[in-house]
T-cell receptor, first 115, second 111 residues
Framework: NAGVTQTPKFRVLKTGQSMTLLCAQD?????MYWYRQDPGMGLRLIHY???????AKGEVPDGYNVSRLKKQNFLLGLESAAPSQTSVYFC??????????????FGPGTRLTVL | AQSVSQHNHHVILSEAASLELGCNYS??????LFWYVQYPGQHLQLLLK??????LVKGIKGFEAEFIKSKFSFNLRKPSVQWSDTAEYFC?????????FGSGTRLSIRP
């Protein structure tokens, strides 16, 4: 199993450009998450999904949109990139929230720079 | 506001020293608690987790954590650190569908 994969690994954007980050998991997990990691601020939850076709806002959702059209994929979109969105983005997935099942598995991250 | 606090931002220890990293959360009710580790250049990996039962939880690589409900704390400990423990450590709390992370503690080990 590949686990959780993210594409691309690196990207440089100009202010105002748009892009989509793709997260894929092959573990049949119900839950998927997008985080951003910034120095001194840890991981902050952007959006998450508790199943195919559902999404919900996390701590810092502004400027991002997500879609979960297929169970195995969770897309994060930036419609108009801003320098404040320069960060490392991590995707994670888990089976659910029951005991023993809500450990998150993380992808390798996407380093995004917005100039 | 509901939050997860890690008060130590950067800890520097010598090899063989004992380690304790603090984690406090402000959620009420039932929570699940986690410690993750991020080695340089790598993604997060689970060290240990607490769901219920024995409040002293043992994880991988000799780490353990103690859940003290009355103090809303879940501190991470290791009796003797090694250079290979150099990493960033994150405490996380699951409340309902969300898992919220602390800001992380960077651990540097002097050889």
């Amino acid at each position: 199993n590949a686990g959780v994969t993210q594409t691309p690994k690196f990207r440089v954007l100009k202010t105002g450009q748009s892009m989509t980050l793709l997260c894929a998991q092959d573990m049949n997990h119900e839950y998927m998450y997008w985080y951003r990691q910034d120095p001194g601020m840890g991981l902050r939850l952007i959006h998450y999904s508790v199943g195919e076709g559902t999404t919900a806002k996390g701590e810092v959702p502004d400027g991002y949109n997500v879609s979960r059209l297929k169970k195995q994929n969770f897309l994060l979109g930036l419609e108009s990139a801003a320098p404040s969105q320069t960060s490392v983005y991590f995707c994670a997935s888990s089976y659910g929230t029951g005991q023993g099942y809500n450990e998150q598995f993380f992808g390798p991250g996407t380093r995004l720079t917005v100039l | 506001a509901q939050s997860v606090s890690q008060h130590n931002h950067h800890v520097i220890l010598s090899e063989a020293a004992s380690l304790e990293l603090g984690c406090n959360y402000s959620y009420g009710g039932t929570v699940n608690l986690f410690w993750y580790v991020q080695y340089p250049g790598q993604h997060l990996q689970l060290l240990l987790k607490y769901f219920s039962g024995d409040p002293l939880v043992k994880g991988i690589k000799g780490f353990e954590a103690e859940f003290i409900k009355s103090k809303f704390s879940f501190n991470l400990r290791k009796p003797s650190v090694q250079w290979s423990d150099t990493a960033e450590y994150f405490c996380a709390v699951r409340r309902a569908s969300k898992i919220i992370f602390g800001s992380g503690t960077r651990l540097s080990i002097r050889p």
